[in-house]
């Protein structure tokens, strides 16, 4: 055997390598596309819940969905650095005069990166003829419920550590008027 020739194991894993290349292209690609991103991502979640209500079916989806998509906010409004583990001097704050940006634990476009996918999925899934006889109310009141926990906690910790998880930019000075 040559060492020149290409197995087929080697052209799986180069033809892999070069999908993988090509996916990440086009990631960056959209990365400046805030708004067609999101509006993507609401219009596949409109598709999933038009057809959930109108087959009235699927409701174990959008429960597992909206458990995914609740954690998924809960990291993007956290800090990257948890204030209870590293101290106080992680958060941004003005002390010293200086602009500093509240980073997240998870960046938007990771964010959507999330979402995306798991809006796909749900779509996906609710083509399958499975569904669990699930009693809907049931499960929207249990998240409702798990929710108001979950932002009970988080916006507690925001009042602790004295931080807000958006940022209005860096002040922008007026010219003097003449």
């Known amino acids: 055997m040559d060492k020149t020739e290409i197995t087929f194991t080697d052209k799986i894993v180069i033809d892999k390598q070069e999908a993988l290349m090509r996916f990440e292209s086009l990631l960056y690609q959209i990365k400046p596309y805030l708004w067609q991103r999101w509006c993507a991502f609401g219009f596949m979640m409109f598709l999933f819940l038009l057809r959930v209500f109108t087959w009235h079916a699927y409701y174990y989806i959008v429960y597992i969905i909206g458990l995914y998509l609740l954690s998924c906010v809960v990291e993007f409004i ?20 200086d602009y500093k940006p509240f980073v997240r634990r998870l960046p938007e476009f990771q964010f959507w990166c999330c979402c995306m996918p798991a809006s796909v999925l749900a779509c996906f899934f609710s083509l399958m003829p499975f569904d669990l006889p699930v009693y809907a109310p049931l499960l929207f009141v249990y998240f409702i419920v798990v929710s108001v926990f979950v932002f009970r906690k988080r916006i507690m910790h925001m009042i602790k550590y004295k931080y807000v998880p958006w940022d209005t930019g860096k002040q922008k000075y007026q010219r003097p008027t003449e």
Do not use: T
């Not at 650095?81 to 001097?89: N, V």
């Not at 958060?91 to 005069?97: F, H, R, V």
């Open 78 to 97: 956290s800090p990257k650095r948890d204030p209870e583990l590293y101290g106080e001097e992680v958060l941004p704050s003005a002390k010293d005069g």
